[in-house]
C-alpha cells in the first residue's frame, strides 16, 4: 500500500511544480531580482529565494508583484518548516483578497502537507478551499487527496464522499476505487469490496496488494477454495507480516474445507499478532492433529488454550480430554472433562463430559471433590438420563471404594433401589468393623446387627458374626461374645473366612474372661496347634500357663510356660517369673530360687526383675536363709527406688529383724517406710508393728513423740472406717455403679487419710473416668500417685497422662509422663509414656527430643503398626522442621508402608512432594492420584498435593493442567487459607510466563 501511495504522490507532485513552471513565464517583468528568486524557489532553494522575496515585496511599487512576492516568501516559510509559517500565508490571504493566488494559496499549502504525509494539516487547509474556483485538474487532484486525507485520518465516511468524485479519473481512478474497496472490507462489506476491487484497471496495483485482500474476503464470505488459490498466489510477493497472516488464511481455509493434513503445515508457520497466538490459533492446530490421530501433538496445542470462557475452548478441552484418554493419562484427562463440563456453550458436549467426568472420578478417584458427591451431582442434573441406573450403582460403589462407609449407610438407608440386599449387607459389615477400629463398639455393634438381619450372603453373614462377637468381648459381654463366637463356628461359611484361624484363640479368650479356665485351656491347646503367627501362639501358651495358674494346676502351668520360654516371644521374662511363682506353690521352694536367680541373670533389663528380686527375697527368708534374703531386699531397693515393691521389701527387712529380735534395726527400717512412703499401706504397716516394739521396750512416749510427726496416722474410729468402706465395696463388686459412686463420695469426705482412703480414691476415679468425667477422675487419680508407689499408682499415672492428652495439654501431661516412663512396670505404659513424650515435645517444637523419643518406641520390642507409623511421622516432621529433608524422606517412606487414614495421607504428599524435588514428575503425580482417589477424605493434604501435581504438569510443559488445577484448588480449598494462597501465587507465575505466547491469556485477572 505504501509503494503505490509513494507513486501517485510522485505524479501529484510533478503536477504542482509543471504548475509553478508555467507561472513564472505569465508573470514575466523587468524586476530582476523577482525573476531571480522566482527561479531559486522553482529549485527548491527555499531559504536564498525568500530572502529576496522579502525584499522585493518591501520595494516594489507593484501591488502586484508585492502580493506575488509575499505568496512566494509565505510558501518558502512553509516548506521550510519555518515557526509562524501558516500565520504568514494566512496574512497574505488577510492583505491580499484581491489577489489571483488566495485561493491556489490554500490548495498549494494543503498539497505541501499532503506530500510531506501530514494529513491533519493537509485538511485544515483543505477546508478553505473554493471548490468552485478550481481548474478540472485541481478538482480531482484535491479531491482525491482530500479523500486520502481523511481516510488515513479514519474519517472513513468523509473520504467515501470525495474518493467517490475521481473514480472514473483516469489519473486517479484504480487509487480511489482501491481505497473504497478497502473501507468496504474494514467494514466486512465484503461484496462492496468486491465490487470496487473488480473495477481496478492498474495492474500493478493487483499485483502488487489485491490478492491479499481477496483472499482474506473470500475467506471470510466463506469461498476458501477461492481463499486458498488467492493467498497461495500472493505469498512469494508478501512482506513477512504478511506472509504470518497468509499461512493463517491458507491454513484456516484447509481446516474449514475439512483437509486438516494439508492445513497443519500452514498452521504451523503462521506467526501470531505480535508473536503470540490465540485460543483459537492453538485450537486450530489442535484440532487438525486430533483428526490426523496425532494425539501427543494435538495435546501440545490444546493445552496451551488457558482461560477460555467460549464456545471453541469448550470444544478444545472435551478433544484434549479424548486426546488424554487416547494416551492412557487419566489425570489429566478427567481435569479436561471437568472443565468441558463446567461450560454450558453446547449442552450435549456439556452432558457427555460430565459423563466422563463421573466415570473417570469412579476409576481413578478425585482430588476436588468426593466422587459420590460428583455421581448425585450427576443424577440430579440428569435424573431421567440413560446412564441413571450405571451412576447408582457407581455411587454406591464408590463409597465402598473411598471406605466412605458412613456415608453408603445413608445413602442406601435413604435410596433402598441403589443397590442390592447384598451390597446392603456387605456396607453395614464394613461400617461396623470402621466403627470397631474406632472404639465406637456400641454404633459397631448395631450396624452389625445390620448387617446380620436378612443376610443373604452366608459368607458375610459368618464375618458379621465374628465381628459381633469381637464387639461384644470388648463391651465386657462375655457371655453374648461367647453366643456369637459359636454362631459363627457353626456357619458352614466360616472355614472360608479370614477370620477363622483366629476362632480358637478368641474363644479361649473369651472363656478365660469368664473364668472358665478350662474351656480356656482346651481351645489355647486348640489354638496352638492350629495356623496361628508367632506372636498369637506364643500369647497362648502364655494365657494357658496363667489358666493352669489360677486353678492351681502349677504343673501343667510350667509346661505351658515353658512352651513359652523355648520359643522367641516378646514375654519370655512373665513365663519364667510364673515358672518360678508355680514352683513355689509345689513345694519346691529350692527351684523356685533357682529360676529366680536364673531370672535375675538372663533378663537384666525386664520391667518384671523387681517383682523377681522382691520374691527372691521372700524365698530365702522362708528358706531361713535371711541375710541372703536381706541382700536381696537390698538389692532391689538400691537398683529400683521407684518401685512399688521397695516399701514391701523394706517392711519385709524391718520384719526379719523383729523377728530376729534385732528391734533398733527393725524401727530403722519402719521408720524408714513411714518417712519414703508415707499414708502407704506398708507405712501403716509399720507404724503398728514399731509401736509393738516400743511397747516391749518400754518406749512409749518416744513412740507416741514420733507418731506425731506421721501426718497419715490420726485417732478415728476403725470399725467405722472399715464398715464406711466395706459398704461401697460391695456396690462396686456389684456393679453398682452409681451407689457406689456415691458410697467412695462418701468414704473420701468423711475419712480423707482412712485406711483405705487409697483403694477409695483409685475405685472412685476409675467410675469418674468411665463415666467420662476427666476432670471429677483426675483429682482421685492424683490422691493415688501422690501416695507413692502401691498397686494402683502406675494405673493412676497412666489415667492422669491420658486425660491431660484427650485435652491436648501437652505442657501438662509431660512431667506425669516422665514419671510413667522411669516408674512403668508394664511395657505397655512405658510405650505408651514415650510415644505420648514424642507428640508432647513436637507439641513444644523440641524437635531433637521427639527424634530421640521416636527412636526410644521403634526399638521397642512389640509394638503396633499404628504406633509405629506415628514415630516415623514424628521424625519425619521433626525432620522437615529442621531441614533435614534426606531424614524425611526415609521416615515417611516408612510411614507410608505401614500407616493408614490421615497418616498415609501425609506420607503420600510427601512421597510427591519429593519425587518433585528430583524432578520425577510423573512419579510425582501418580502418587497425588493414589492420595487422591484413596484418602480423598482427608482435603487438606489432597489441596497440597494438587500443587504439587500443577508443579508437575508445568514441568511436563502442561500449561493447562497446571492451571486449571490451580483454579480449583483456588475455588475448592478456600477453607484453607495458606494453601489457597499458594495456588495463587503459583498460577500468577505460570499465567505471566503463558501470556508471552498466548494473546487470549488475561494476567489481571489472577
Avoid at 355 to 377: D, F, H, K, M, W
Avoid at 858 to 887: G, P, Q, Y
Avoid at 916 to 930: L, R
Wanted: hydrophobic letters at 35%; a negative charge; one cysteine or more.
Amino acid at each position: 500500500m505504501r509503494k503505490k501511495k509513494t507513486a501517485f504522490l510522485a505524479l501529484a507532485i510533478g503536477l504542482f511544480f509543471n504548475g509553478f513552471a508555467q507561472e513564472s513565464k505569465i508573470y514575466t517583468h523587468d524586476q530582476k531580482a523577482y525573476q531571480e528568486a522566482l527561479a531559486l524557489y522553482n529549485n527548491e532553494q527555499y531559504q536564498a529565494a525568500q530572502a529576496i522575496f522579502d525584499k522585493v515585496r518591501e520595494q516594489t511599487k507593484d501591488q502586484e508583484t508585492e502580493a506575488n512576492s509575499a505568496y512566494y516568501a509565505a510558501n518558502a516559510a512553509i516548506r521550510l518548516n519555518q515557526l509562524g509559517a501558516d500565520r504568514l500565508m494566512e496574512d497574505f490571504v488577510e492583505r491580499y483578497p484581491t489577489s489571483t493566488k488566495r485561493n491556489s494559496a490554500f490548495l498549494d499549502v494543503g498539497d505541501y502537507y499532503f506530500e510531506t504525509g501530514k494529513y491533519p494539516y493537509a485538511l485544515k487547509w483543505y477546508k478553505k478551499v473554493d471548490q468552485s474556483a478550481m481548474a478540472g485538474k485541481d478538482q480531482e487532484r484535491f479531491f482525491f487527496n482530500n479523500g486520502y486525507a481523511l481516510f488515513s485520518s479514519k474519517k472513513t465516511k468523509e473520504a467515501e464522499r470525495y474518493l467517490n468524485k475521481v473514480t472514473t479519473s483516469s489519473t486517479y481512478g484504480s487509487q480511489a476505487k482501491y481505497y473504497l474497496g478497502y473501507i468496504a472490507y474494514q467494514e466486512d462489506d465484503y461484496d462492496t469490496a468486491n465490487e470496487r476491487f473488480d473495477q481496478i484497471a492498474d495492474q500493478e496495483l493487483l499485483d502488487e496488494k489485491l490478492s491479499y485482500y481477496q483472499a482474506d474476503m473470500n475467506f471470510k464470505l466463506g469461498n476458501f477454495e477461492e481463499s486458498v488459490a488467492l493467498a497461495k498466489k500472493q505469498l512469494p510477493k508478501s512482506d513477512r507480516r504478511e506472509v504470518s497472516e497468509l499461512n493463517k488464511i491458507i491454513g484456516e481455509s484447509y481446516f474449514n474445507l475439512g483437509q486438516y493434513a494439508n492445513a497443519i503445515p500452514y498452521l504451523e508457520k503462521y506467526k501470531g499478532k505480535r508473536g503470540r497466538w490465540s485460543n483459537t490459533d492453538y485450537y486450530l492446530l489442535g484440532y487438525s492433529y486430533y483428526k490426523q490421530g496425532d494425539y501427543a501433538n494435538a495435546i501440545q496445542q490444546f493445552n496451551k488454550i488457558i482461560g477460555g470462557t467460549n464456545s471453541v475452548s469448550q470444544n478444545a478441552y472435551y478433544h484434549l480430554a479424548e486426546c488424554y484418554l487416547k494416551l492412557d493419562k487419566k489425570q489429566e484427562a478427567l481435569n479436561a472433562f471437568r472443565n468441558a463440563s463446567q461450560m454450558d456453550f453446547g449442552p450435549e458436549i456439556q452432558k457427555d463430559a460430565f459423563l466422563n467426568y463421573a466415570r473417570l472420578s469412579y476409576e481413578i478417584g478425585n482430588p476436588y471433590e468426593g466422587v459420590p458427591q460428583v455421581l448425585t451431582s450427576y443424577l440430579k442434573q440428569y435424573p431421567n438420563d440413560e446412564h441413571s441406573e450405571e451412576m447408582q450403582e457407581l455411587l454406591v460403589d464408590s463409597y465402598i471404594t473411598s471406605k466412605n462407609f458412613q456415608g453408603a449407610m445413608t445413602l442406601l438407608e435413604e435410596n433402598k433401589n441403589y443397590a442390592s440386599k447384598e451390597t446392603y449387607q456387605k456396607v453395614a459389615f464394613y461400617r461396623g468393623v470402621e466403627l470397631f477400629l474406632d472404639n465406637n463398639y456400641a454404633a459397631a455393634q448395631e450396624s452389625f446387627g445390620k448387617s446380620l438381619k436378612d443376610a443373604p450372603d452366608l459368607l458375610f453373614k459368618a464375618r458379621a458374626s465374628y465381628w459381633k462377637a469381637e464387639t461384644e468381648y470388648m463391651l465386657n459381654r462375655f457371655e453374648e461374645a461367647l453366643t456369637s463366637f459359636v454362631q459363627f463356628q457353626q456357619n458352614p461359611s466360616a472355614k472360608n473366612t479370614q477370620e477363622f484361624p483366629d476362632l480358637d484363640y478368641n474363644l479361649a479368650y473369651t472363656y478365660f474372661k469368664l473364668k472358665d479356665y478350662n474351656s480356656a485351656v482346651a481351645y489355647f491347646k486348640k489354638a496352638t496347634s492350629g495356623s496361628l503367627d508367632t506372636e498369637k501362639r506364643n500369647d497362648a501358651y502364655l494365657r494357658m500357663g496363667d489358666s493352669h495358674f489360677v486353678s492351681r494346676k502349677y504343673w501343667p502351668a510350667i509346661e505351658a510356660y515353658n512352651q513359652v520360654l523355648e520359643g522367641n516371644g516378646p514375654e519370655k521374662d512373665y513365663a519364667a517369673l510364673q515358672k518360678a511363682l508355680s514352683y513355689g506353690f509345689v513345694g519346691r521352694g529350692n527351684s523356685k530360687i533357682e529360676e529366680l536367680n536364673r531370672f535375675v541373670d538372663r533378663f537384666p533389663r525386664s520391667t518384671l526383675k523387681d517383682d523377681a528380686l522382691f520374691e527372691l527375697g521372700n524365698s530365702y527368708v522362708k528358706a531361713d536363709n535371711t541375710a541372703q534374703g536381706l541382700q536381696i531386699y537390698d538389692q532391689l531397693i538400691r537398683e529400683y527406688r521407684g518401685s512399688s515393691f521397695v516399701p514391701r521389701a523394706l517392711l519385709r527387712q524391718g520384719l526379719v529383724h523383729y523377728n530376729a529380735s534385732r528391734n533398733e534395726e527393725a524401727l530403722v527400717k519402719f521408720k524408714t517406710v513411714a518417712r519414703d512412703f508415707p499414708k502407704t499401706q506398708e507405712a501403716k504397716q509399720a507404724v503398728a508393728t514399731a509401736k509393738l516394739i516400743y511397747v516391749d521396750l518400754g518406749r512409749v512416749n518416744e513412740y507416741a513423740t514420733w507418731v506425731k510427726q506421721l501426718d497419715f496416722v490420726e485417732v478415728t474410729d476403725t470399725e467405722l472406717d472399715n464398715a464406711s468402706f466395706e459398704s461401697a465395696q460391695k456396690q462396686y463388686r456389684d456393679g453398682n455403679t452409681g451407689a457406689a459412686r456415691k458410697a467412695y463420695e462418701s468414704y473420701v469426705k468423711e475419712f480423707p487419710n482412712g485406711l483405705h482412703a487409697l483403694t477409695a480414691n483409685f475405685n472412685l476415679a476409675q467410675i469418674y473416668f468411665g463415666e467420662g468425667q476427666q476432670d471429677k477422675a483426675l483429682p482421685a487419680y492424683q490422691f493415688v500417685v501422690d501416695r507413692g508407689s502401691s498397686e494402683y499408682a502406675e494405673q493412676s499415672l497412666t489415667r492422669i497422662c491420658e486425660i491431660h492428652i484427650t485435652k491436648k495439654d501437652y505442657n501438662a501431661a509431660i512431667p506425669f509422663l516422665e514419671r510413667l516412663e522411669q516408674t512403668a512396670e508394664i511395657q505397655q505404659n512405658i510405650t505408651f509414656a514415650q510415644s505420648n513424650l514424642m507428640k508432647g515435645y513436637y507439641e513444644q517444637k523440641d524437635y531433637e527430643r521427639t527424634i530421640a523419643y521416636a527412636q526410644k518406641v521403634l526399638n521397642t520390642a512389640k509394638i503396633d503398626n499404628r504406633i509405629k507409623s506415628d514415630a516415623h511421622v514424628m521424625i519425619a516432621r521433626s525432620a522437615i522442621r529442621t531441614d533435614k529433608e534426606e531424614i524425611a524422606e526415609q521416615a515417611y517412606a516408612e510411614v507410608l508402608g505401614i500407616a493408614n487414614g490421615g497418616l498415609a495421607a501425609e506420607a503420600l504428599y510427601y512421597d510427591a512432594f519429593f519425587k518433585n524435588k528430583k524432578q520425577d514428575y510423573e512419579a510425582s503425580n501418580s502418587s497425588v492420584q493414589k492420595l487422591a482417589k484413596d484418602y480423598s477424605a482427608y482435603k487438606e493434604w489432597g489441596g497440597k498435593g494438587l500443587i504439587v501435581m500443577a508443579k508437575n504438569f508445568y514441568a511436563l510443559d502442561d500449561a493447562f493442567q497446571a492451571t486449571y488445577i490451580l483454579e480449583s484448588v483456588i475455588t475448592n480449598f478456600g477453607q484453607y487459607p495458606e494453601i489457597k494462597a499458594e495456588a495463587e501465587r503459583e498460577l500468577s507465575i505460570v499465567k505471566s510466563k503463558e501470556a508471552q505466547r498466548n494473546s487470549s491469556i488475561d494476567t489481571e485477572g489472577n
